[in-house]
């Protein structure tokens, strides 16, 4: 069996709940040689339908890897997984209806208002010693919405470190490859829209200097009508 097969099979077991999953695999098998799929397909056994359980199981593996952490509330918008020493940060996907409401500017504002909201309350968890956050240095970010020059720009303002990745980057398998971020936005969003990802430490937030900045924003977005909702109690 030749690689297009291969990549044809996997294909057709592209379904919309495993989509980046098997993006990933397509990428991994188009920068394998043909030598290196042949031995792999003689392992499985040469025909069509191992070859289909094998992948079957390849993508149901990553697909529970992927859904495997757990994600907490912190605040109305954002909710957090723990990573090795790495706070994962979920930022929303869809914000169409706050932009039809709001407008694109204010959405915007908006996010990162909560963003500042959550990055204080995973603050207070780490000095108040909750311990799954007892080993975590750094609180990681990875969004279509990243992608955004605006955002982009305020949280490189704020000492976050960023990656941008255009759609032709991450349809280059080499490129893909050599960056593990880029292997993750694959991963998660597919090939198929602009990423861009965010870190900070927590030593970063905690400083003094830092605190004095966002304070300044928050009341700066508080001048613009933008405000945090209460929270509900289960977001609390």
Do not use: C
């Not at 690689?3 to 099979?9: A, G, M, R, W």
């Amino acid at each position: 069996m030749n690689k297009q097969e291969l990549k044809n099979i996997l294909m057709n077991l592209r379904t919309s709940k495993n989509e980046s999953q098997a993006n990933y695999l397509l990428g991994k098998i188009d920068m394998m040689s043909d030598d290196e799929i042949s031995k792999i397909t003689s392992t499985i056994g040469n025909n069509k339908e191992n070859i289909i359980d094998f992948l079957s199981q390849k993508l149901a593996e990553k697909t529970a890897n992927y859904q495997s952490e757990e994600h907490f509330p912190i605040n109305n918008m954002f909710t957090y997984g723990i990573g090795k020493r790495t706070v994962h940060l979920h930022i929303p996907r869809d914000l169409h209806d706050m932009i039809a409401q709001k407008g694109f500017r204010n959405s915007i504002d908006t996010v990162n208002l909560y963003l500042l909201d959550a990055l204080n309350k995973l603050k207070t968890l780490k000095d108040n010693g909750f311990y799954k956050l007892n080993n975590v240095e750094n609180i990681f970010m990875i969004s279509p919405l990243l992608s955004v020059k605006k955002e982009l720009n305020f949280l490189e303002d704020l000492n976050f470190q960023t990656e941008y990745f255009s759609q032709q980057e991450l349809n280059d398998t080499q490129f893909v490859s050599n960056n593990k971020s880029a292997i993750l936005a694959t991963q998660i969003f597919g090939t198929n829209k602009k990423v861009g990802t965010a870190s900070i430490n927590f030593d970063t937030i905690s400083s003094p200097e830092w605190q004095s900045k966002k304070e300044e924003i928050i009341k700066e977005f508080s001048r613009k009508g933008i405000t945090l909702e209460a929270d509900t109690p289960e977001k609390q």
